[in-house]
Nanobody, 124 residues
Framework: QVRVVESGGGLAQAGGSLRLSCAAS????????MAWFRQAPGKEREFVAA???????HYADSVKGRFTISSDNAKNMVYLQMNSLKPEDTAVYYC??????????????????WGQGTQVTVSS
């Protein structure tokens, strides 16, 4: 079994920054990719960013240049540094682990385990 728990959400002003953390436990040693998704009110959940154990990253176009995903493999931690926040970044942010060790995460169908979510609210 795998468990992922997010923390670090909150309220920020437009142009500000927040850092999200995700703690993974269980059979995480075999996972290649970890990712962040988000769901805004009235919208579908969408991919934000992913990182492999080798450090390779990929991002949604909407956050490129503003968000940075990083990880500490020894601690099974994944982070999302969010800079230059915009009101449209307001959403519940979810940490995600893949369905299998070799699955790369690009979309919801690639995810096997979800965290409970953490709210990020950006005021204008």
């Amino acid at each position: 079994q795998v468990r992922v728990v997010e923390s670090g959400g909150g309220l920020a002003q437009a142009g500000g920054s927040l850092r999200l953390s995700c703690a993974a436990s269980g059979r995480t040693f075999s996972f290649y990719d970890m990712a962040w998704f988000r769901q805004a009110p009235g919208k579908e959940r969408e991919f934000v960013a992913a990182i492999s154990r080798s450090g390779g990253t990929h991002y949604a176009d909407s956050v490129k240049g503003r968000f940075t995903i990083s990880s500490d493999n020894a601690k099974n931690m994944v982070y999302l540094q969010m800079n230059s926040l915009k009101p449209e970044d307001t959403a519940v942010y979810y940490c995600a682990a893949p369905r299998s060790a070799i699955t790369l995460i690009y979309k919801e169908e690639d995810v096997g385990y979800w965290g409970q979510g953490t709210q990020v609210t950006v005021s204008s």
